[in-house]
């Protein structure tokens, strides 16, 4: 299961229809597309990045949102790319919006990347244990994440008692 799928897993269990949850899902396959302009050796540094090397991470979801504009009439996709690192206290980037204020597509994304980051081998560690996962989701609850959207995903990690979402070894 990919982190794309997470998200569209999260959307049929707030009552999406087959619709809604496929474009939920497309956005899923193209919200990152703005890393297209990061430094291979930003993206894939094994270590912490300085200051500077995440503010350049951090311009990835407007250059996005430049990217995905054009490809339909509505902005569904190019504004979840924009806004998935948007925090529910408003701690986030690129606008600090803060709760119903950022769109419910890049809420539900919010959380699908950061448990999909969390169970998948990285440059610079493994994979959590599910425990620690579940921790890190709970510990954001209300804060990184929309609560609603926080508890789905955590009923989904308690459903899913041989860990099998995640990252293939």
């Not at 990045?49 to 995440?54: G, I, K, P, R």
């Not at 690192?85 to 809420?107: T, V, W």
Request: net charge negative; charged share 30%.
């Amino acid at each position: 299961v990919l982190f794309r799928s997470y998200a569209r897993m999260i959307a049929e269990r707030m009552g999406k229809n087959r619709e809604e949850q496929e474009i939920i899902y497309r956005a899923g396959l193209l919200h990152d597309v703005g890393k297209i302009r990061i430094p291979a050796e930003i993206i894939n540094k094994p270590g912490e990045l300085t200051d500077e090397e995440y503010n350049i991470i951090k311009i990835h979801p407007v250059t996005g949102y430049h990217i995905l504009r054009g490809i339909s009439d509505d902005n569904y996709i190019a504004d979840t790319a924009k806004y998935h690192h948007e925090r529910y206290d408003g701690k986030g980037y690129p606008n600090g919006l803060s709760g119903e204020d950022i769109p419910e597509s890049a809420r539900i994304l919010g959380v699908a990347d950061s448990y999909d980051a969390m169970t998948s081998n990285r440059s610079y560690r493994g994979a959590l244990p599910q425990h620690v996962v579940r921790e890190e989701i709970e510990k954001g609850r209300g804060t990184q994440f929309d609560p609603k959207i926080a508890d789905i995903m955590l009923q989904m990690i308690d459903e899913d008692r041989k860990y099998t979402l995640k990252q293939a070894d």
